[in-house]
């Protein structure tokens, strides 16, 4: 077993973070890693939470935290933050949100950064989930920075995925153009002290109507998580969809959906990473500078090339 895997295993925080660090750079260690972090997985309750910059999503998951700890559940949270697409950096503000749980032995907190990279966000966020599995956590929570692909890519992970909306946003259409209403489990109308509350509810249920979802119904919870109203209702919707999960004949069926789709994955990246070094090994990445080459052709080229050279010596 991998040295950190097995210290992760034993509760060990400072292995936790050099792990997830580990699968940010994309070692090549991470997959010998993964597999024996896979293996001992302890069946966490992961729940994804997301919305519209501005919905309150730190301020939910905050007081939310407040609730497990309540009843004596440990919690791992993983919060994604943008990155400026000129500097590079990010400003990993939720880790401030939150700095009341920091001494807490019972809460990790771990800011990443999407650094301009949505695949690369969607799979070390997953790894990162599975990390905290390992590590004996009872619920990994994962907030995203907002609702576009990446987001859906992360949400295909986890088990319970809560929608944040609130009133008078605007952002109800940008949600049904992303394409996120479909994956909600949980739509969450925070900031419910505010005005239109009624309407945006009226708004997803006549979607729900439409969109006639078969099997678990996704329920509609109110909050004000600065006034710490409903986020005990909101916690029992989650506890339910993880029950109808398990219980249910479509709640395996969407288990095994992303298994295969993680696994499609893997095999994409895989494939990606032995292209990428096979480009870069020789002089053909010259080829990019010169703008008459059409990358049509040159990508068909270059993955026939690829496909023989590795038939030749033997890879599969």
């Excluded at 949400?155 to 153009?177: A, E, H, R, W, Y």
């Amino acid at each position: 077993m991998h040295s950190l895997a097995e210290r992760i295993h034993n509760g060990d925080r400072r292995a936790l973070a050099r792990a997830i660090t580990l699968a940010e750079r994309e070692d090549e260690e991470k997959l010998t890693l993964m597999s024996d972090i896979f293996s001992i997985k302890k069946q966490a309750h992961y729940i994804g939470i997301t919305g519209s910059p501005g919905a309150g999503k730190s301020t939910l998951i905050n007081e939310l935290l407040h609730l497990l700890r309540e009843q004596h559940l440990s919690v791992a949270v993983i919060a994604i933050d943008p990155t400026s697409p000129f500097s590079g950096g990010s400003i990993l503000g939720d880790r401030t949100r939150m700095h009341q749980h920091f001494v807490d032995p019972g809460i990790f907190i771990r800011s990443m950064a999407t650094r301009g990279s949505l695949g690369g966000l969607a799979r070390a966020t997953k790894d990162a989930i599975r990390m905290c599995d390992a590590a004996g956590f009872d619920i990994v929570l994962v907030e995203t920075v907002g609702v576009g692909q990446s987001e859906l890519d992360v949400m295909k992970v986890v088990d319970t995925t809560g929608l944040v909306l609130t009133p008078n946003s605007g952002d109800i259409l940008q949600i049904f153009k992303a394409g996120i209403m479909e994956i909600a489990d949980l739509f969450v109308i925070n900031k419910a002290d505010l005005p239109d509350v009624e309407k945006l509810k009226l708004t997803l249920e006549d979607y729900m109507m439409i969109a006639d979802p078969k099997g678990w119904q996704p329920p509609i919870v109110k909050t004000v998580s600065t006034k710490k109203q409903g986020i005990l209702k909101m916690w029992e919707k989650m506890k339910k969809h993880r029950i109808y999960l398990e219980e249910t004949a479509s709640g395996q069926e969407k288990k095994r959906m992303q298994r295969e789709m993680e696994v499609y994955e893997l095999i994409r990246e895989e494939i990606w990473r032995d292209v990428r070094r096979w480009i870069e090994s020789g002089s053909r990445s010259r080829k990019l500078e010169r703008e008459e080459y059409d990358p049509y052709a040159l990508a068909k080229q270059w993955f026939g090339e690829w496909k023989q050279e590795g038939k030749a010596d033997g890879r599969k």
